[in-house]
């Protein structure tokens, strides 16, 4: 009798966990990270295009008011940014100082660039104290309105 315990089909038990699956369907929080790139001024140009995103800036007596509100480009949060610019140089005098021109510029209406911080309330980790919104910045170019009258 040969009674030979040849080892058989003994496959190896190498369980593999199955990760990748979120456990709950949380949304992805953003954590604060001090962005200032081309691609969310683009975004928040595009947002502006399709009113999205609302800006508008107003000038009196030399001094010039900016409002940008709505979800911010990358968080999505409500951001409410209103800044308050003084003494801009080249809207009011037509003094042209040699060296910069930038072509013709006959438009009334010249855009008048702000930059613009998020300053949502919404929740970022790792954000500095006393910092709000998601840390990314961006520039919208608006139409400058002179509010006489
Ligand atoms: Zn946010
Ligand atoms: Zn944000």
């Not at 953003?30 to 595009?46: I, N």
């Not at 438009?107 to 910092?131: L, Y």
């Amino acid at each position: 009798m040969a009674d030979d315990a040849r080892p058989g089909s003994s496959q190896p038990a190498d369980s593999q966990p199955a990760d990748g699956q979120p456990a709950d369907g949380q949304p992805a929080e953003e954590p604060f990270q001090e962005l200032l790139g081309y691609e969310w001024t683009e975004k928040a140009y595009h947002m502006l295009m399709r009113g999205e995103l609302n800006g508008e800036v107003i000038s009196r007596e030399k001094i010039i008011r900016s409002r940008v509100w709505g979800p911010c480009p990358r968080c999505g949060h409500d951001l409410d940014d209103r800044q308050t610019h003084t003494a801009v140089i080249g809207i009011m005098g037509a003094e042209t100082r040699g060296g910069t021109t930038r072509g013709g510029v006959d438009d009334e209406e010249a855009p008048f660039e702000v930059d613009v911080s998020c300053g949502c309330d919404g929740p970022h980790s790792g954000a500095p104290e006393g910092k709000t919104g998601c840390g990314v910045s961006f520039r919208v170019a608006l139409p400058l309105h002179p509010a006489d009258g």
